[in-house]
């Protein structure tokens, strides 16, 4: 029999489905699951037709098949057609043995056929032989009626009835498809409801968030959370960039045995996002962008929101749904992404104004430790003054203490045991006298003048200044002087002063006979010299302190060297450290900058404008 359209035309006097059942239909919206159970029974009641059997079939949008779902139950044939809706409804949800079977059952649009093809294709109910699929739920049944369903503008879908074949009246064909899209459409507006009201509320529940008192951290895992919550997903993902640009995996929400498995796999899409700065979304993995990853294919719906706030790519928003999305729900429903990239906006303000509090934090640190730091240059530089004037003051007096231990001297007789006083007493003088002069010395360090000179030559000739003083203790001396070492822009004279300071402390710090090793070599973009002895530790002896004035583990003439040298290498552009190995108790290491000694030397623009200075007149 070829399958027609139905003309539902009633076979008895009897009254169609009155309004009450309509009513018992409609107050099923609130409940998908009722509302197919309602109709169900509807589908089988005697009053719509007595149907042998009814079923339902969904439509799966993603993968293009109309998939069965479930099966009618046995009809209650002694209750009006309002109350078995009503039962229904009331139902327990349940799965019985014969909607499981049919949950076995699916099948492409294009291989329909029969009254399901014709109803697909025009919409309306049709009839035809039940045989027409020969593997479907119904095939048995000589004759079926399949009735086209909508879920507001989209084709939700199909209510298969078996006909009986001496039916007591005609199926209530037209009826059923009006009552099961009147209901459905209801069912669609509430759902659509509470979707909005869903979104509102994890909206208004971040705001708040945004602006509580909870840290940054303890927002974005609200922001995951909040998320897949308004969607209706059961993942969601937030990726922050991290300084060096890339961009890693912040937070992940979901199930805890597949969460960071699948975040790891859109990590891949999430950076080209962020890199494209614009949002993606899309139904199954192979739209992804990207290679496949493994896992992939597991993702139903997904979609992305870059975190973008004043032209910065902060990260990325990912939300997405795995393959247990039920078939009634598409793609994205309707304000799904508005509501995303609303969420992804407040969070790239809140990432922005995190940030920015942090660079405020770090500036008022900064401005502290600078302002301490005035503090203490402003003592030092108190104390300094006091020490001048205290130098300048006693240097008279030791003067004179040596002159008049001098003329005693020259008074007494060789074989005085007087004399050996004196001596000490002069010597003392002479001591303190030179002591106030390297202090002199240190305040008032004047700007280098720099030439092209060679380190290792300025080491050679430091070592013959001071050679007298090895020879006399005894230093075992080695020497490892790379070979062509770069030429730098140096203060010659104050460089060797540098390496002779050095050389002073290690004298004084040394034992009679012990080891000294100097050594020059390149390292990279610098020439580093390195001044190593040994030394007997003593108890509280701290390194980092040599180069303090006046407060040095050396607190001597030395010491005081020690720190000349320190502020004559950094106007170098240098450093100078000190640090402690095994086998050697003392290395001194003197770095200074290749590259900077040669951008001073290329900056002659810097002569040529004081040049241009002094040709100028006075009146100009």
Not at 25 to 45: F, I, K, M, Q
Not at 115 to 129: H, K, L
Not at 347 to 368: D, F, N, S, V
Request: glycine residues 6%; contains cysteine.
């Amino acid at each position: 029999m070829k399958p027609t359209a139905s003309r539902p035309e009633p076979a008895s006097p009897e009254p169609a489905p009155d309004v009450e059942a309509l009513r018992a239909l409609l107050e099923c919206e609130a409940d998908l699951d009722a509302l197919e159970r309602g109709l169900l029974a509807a589908a089988v009641h005697p009053v719509t037709g007595g149907a042998d059997g009814a079923w339902w079939m969904r439509w799966d949008e993603r993968r293009g098949r109309l998939e069965g779902w479930r099966a009618a139950e046995e009809p209650q044939r002694d209750v009006p057609l309002a109350s078995a809706i009503a039962r229904a409804r009331r139902a327990p949800p349940s799965v019985s043995p014969e909607s499981e079977r049919v949950r076995a059952w699916s099948r492409e649009v294009k291989d329909l056929a029969g009254a399901c093809e014709v109803a697909w294709r025009t919409g309306s109910p049709a009839e035809g032989p039940g045989g027409d699929l020969a593997d479907a739920p119904w095939s048995a049944s000589a004759r079926i009626a399949a009735v086209p369903l909508r879920r507001g503008p989209r084709f939700h879908g199909m209510l298969v009835l078996a006909i009986p074949e001496t039916p007591e009246r005609e199926p209530q064909l037209a009826w059923l498809a009006i009552a099961a899209n009147a209901a459905l459409a209801a069912q669609e507006r509430t759902a659509e409801a509470r979707r909005r009201a869903r979104q509102a509320a994890a909206l208004a529940e971040f705001a708040k968030a945004c602006v509580g008192a909870a840290n940054v951290a303890e927002t974005v895992h609200a922001l995951a959370r909040l998320a897949a919550q308004s969607l209706q997903v059961r993942h969601a993902a937030v990726y922050r960039r991290r300084d060096d640009g890339s961009l890693a995996l912040e937070v992940a929400h979901g199930p805890t045995p597949s969460r960071e498995r699948e975040a790891r796999v859109f990590q891949i899409a999430a950076a080209e996002v962020a890199r494209a700065s614009r949002s993606l979304s899309g139904v199954g993995a192979s739209e992804l962008p990207g290679p496949e990853s493994e896992g992939a294919g597991e993702v139903s719906v997904w979609a992305l929101q870059p975190l973008q706030a004043y032209g910065r790519s902060l990260g990325v928003l990912a939300a997405w749904d795995g393959p247990e999305r039920p078939p009634g729900l598409h793609d994205w429903e309707r304000g799904d992404l508005d509501t995303l990239a609303t969420l992804a906006d407040h969070a790239a303000l809140l990432l922005e104004h995190g940030r920015r509090l942090e660079e405020l934090a770090a500036a008022e640190r900064r401005r502290e430790d600078l302002a301490a730091r005035l503090r203490e240059q402003d003592r030092l530089a108190a104390m300094g003054e006091l020490a001048g004037r205290v130098a300048e003051d006693a240097r008279q007096p030791l003067a004179s203490m040596a002159a008049l231990a001098t003329r005693a001297l020259g008074e007494l007789a060789e074989d005085d045991p007087r004399r050996r006083y004196l001596e000490a007493v002069r010597h003392e003088a002479e001591r303190l006298e030179a002591l106030l002069e390297s202090q002199k010395e240190y305040a008032k360090l004047e700007r280098p003048r720099l030439q092209m000179e060679g380190l290792n030559e300025l080491a050679q000739e430091a070592l013959r200044s001071t050679a007298e003083s090895f020879s006399r203790r005894r230093v075992r001396l080695v020497k490892k002087l790379a070979p062509g070492l770069p030429t730098l822009l140096l203060d010659a004279a104050r460089i060797r002063r540098v390496i002779e300071n050095i050389f002073s402390c290690v004298l004084e710090a040394m034992p009679m006979g012990g080891r000294m090793r100097i050594e020059t070599r390149r390292s990279g973009t610098f020439v580093v010299l390195e001044v190593v002895h040994d030394r007997a530790r003593l108890e509280g002896d701290v390194l980092e302190r040599l180069f303090v004035p006046f407060g040095g583990a050396l607190a001597n003439r030395a010491a005081l060297g020690l720190g000349v040298a320190h502020q004559i290498v950094r106007e170098h552009g240098g450093e100078i450290r000190v640090r402690s190995e095994d086998e050697w108790s003392t290395v001194f290491a003197v770095t200074l900058p290749v590259l900077d000694n040669q951008d001073r030397r290329r900056g002659s623009d810097r002569r040529s404008v004081r040049s241009e200075r002094r040709r100028r007149r006075p009146e100009d």
